[in-house]
């Protein structure tokens, strides 16, 4: 009875053997789930992972594989067509920031937006984390895919990584990494949305048929420009380009081949450079001004346009609409109004009225240091946008 249990028994998982090994064999997902969609990706466009990542995807497929196959936002399988696109690039300390950045794009945008993250593997869990933790009214118009850091096969992928602010050359070679997007928006992660995305995006309407790309210029003012002042190499226009919010319309870029000639222009001036990539498009735009348009600066709005004194002459018009906190004044006490705008953002709930962001912004520049500031000193025009919005708001729910 034992030997004719014991065989029974053996039979029996035999079968289920069996039937597991046919099941995979009609169903590829199963026998590829211990593959790394990252390293797939990546094959798939022709790119190399930067090294440490690599490491660290072989790494992380040991105690969290789950972690590492989702690379999608979770909620969408697949980019919606009718979509306006983000992309960022984080590396380091810089989660929080791009998180707050997200943020203020959500709030403040009515269409539905999707959000391409370019982090360092160890990164990836943390923005999925706290961006699926968001409600879901949020993700009624947020979808969001995460990628690793990736540059072109036979290049240096830690040089080009070092290259100014860790991973900010990334973004220079989207065009051959996003191949099924037309047109996107980069920004920096010390960005912030007070008004809608959608009108930024505007901007590729008024691209004439040979533009390419938009930034705002670098300064205003020549007395206080950097590139007409310091710069050891070309640069676009009298006082150069800011690139930390550029349109990007990556269909006409590839046609362009911006990959080859970026490349080329690194390798020439790359003992000349200061800010890295930044320094890189004003080369390229020197040589090809037609192809760039060029927005107010009230859409790049920095400490530059009010520390010394207001010039930027579009923002006392219409406000401002998009806060760059660049120098890190969003977490120090150089620039506290800066810093409140920040703040106020990162601490609005989602699903409250927007009114109470508005509240938060006022009370924080109303704070005595902020107030003394010279940027302070013109508080009504990083308020401008947002009040606007409130009032369009108090309307349309008036009963």
């Known amino acids: 009875m034992r030997f004719m249990y014991r065989m029974g028994l053996l039979a029996g998982l035999g ?41 660290k995807q072989q790494d992380s497929s040991k105690g969290d594989q789950d972690a590492s196959l989702n690379t999608e936002g979770g909620l969408l399988g697949a980019t919606p067509k009718a979509i306006l696109h983000l992309a960022v690039v984080a590396c380091g300390d ?22 391409h993250i370019f982090a360092e593997t160890e990164l990836h869990f943390g923005f999925r984390q706290q961006i699926d933790s ?27 990584k070092k290259l100014f602010r860790p991973c ?30 959608e009108n930024l995006w505007n901007f590729f309407s008024a691209m ?17 420009g950097w590139y007409n002042r310091f710069a050891r190499h070309p640069y676009y226009g009298e006082t150069g380009l800011n ?11 590839r046609a362009f081949h911006f990959q080859n000639k970026i490349i080329p222009y690194y390798k020439e001036y790359k003992m000349k450079l200061t800010w890295g990539d930044q320094d890189l ?21 920095r400490p ?38 920040y703040q106020s953002i990162e601490q609005y709930k989602f699903d409250t009225n927007i009114s109470l962001l508005l509240e938060g912004m006022k009370a924080k520049m109303e704070e005595p240091d902020t107030k003394a500031s010279r940027c302070g000193q013109v508080a009504n025009m990083f308020l401008k946008q947002v009040e606007s919005i409130v009032r369009k708001e108090s309307v349309t729910t008036a009963p």
């Not at 009214?137 to 969001?144: E, N, P």
């Not at 690139?243 to 870029?253: A, W």
């Open 15 to 55: 079968a289920v053997a069996l039937f597991m090994f046919g099941y995979s064999l009609l169903n590829p997902s199963v026998a590829a789930i211990a593959h790394d969609s990252n390293s797939v990706k990546s094959r798939k466009l022709g790119l190399q992972l930067d090294d440490a990542d690599v490491k």
């Open 94 to 115: 810089r989660t929080n920031e791009t998180l707050v950045m997200l943020k203020s794009a959500v709030i403040f945008t009515s269409t539905k937006l999707h959000c």
């Open 134 to 160: 968001w409600p879901a009214s949020v993700h009624d118009k947020l979808s969001y895919t995460i990628y690793p850091i990736m540059y072109p096969p036979g290049e240096n992928s830690q040089e080009w």
């Open 168 to 197: 900010a050359s990334q973004r220079l070679f989207l065009p051959e990494i996003l191949t099924d997007v037309d047109s996107l928006l980069y920004v920096d992660t010390d960005i912030l949305f007070l008004s809608p995305m």
């Open 208 to 224: 004439n048929s040979t533009q390419l790309a938009a930034l705002a210029p670098e300064h205003e003012v020549k007395s206080i």
């Open 243 to 253: 690139s930390g919010i550029m349109l990007m319309n990556l269909t006409r870029l």
């Open 281 to 301: 498009l004003n080369i390229l735009f020197h040589f090809y001004p037609e192809r760039l348009l060029v927005f107010p600066c009230e859409w790049n709005y």
């Open 304 to 341: 530059d346009h009010c520390m010394y004194m207001q010039n930027c002459k579009s923002a006392e018009t219409h406000g401002v609409r998009m806060v760059h906190g660049c120098r890190r004044v969003f977490f120090n006490e150089k620039q506290p109004a800066f810093k409140a705008i």
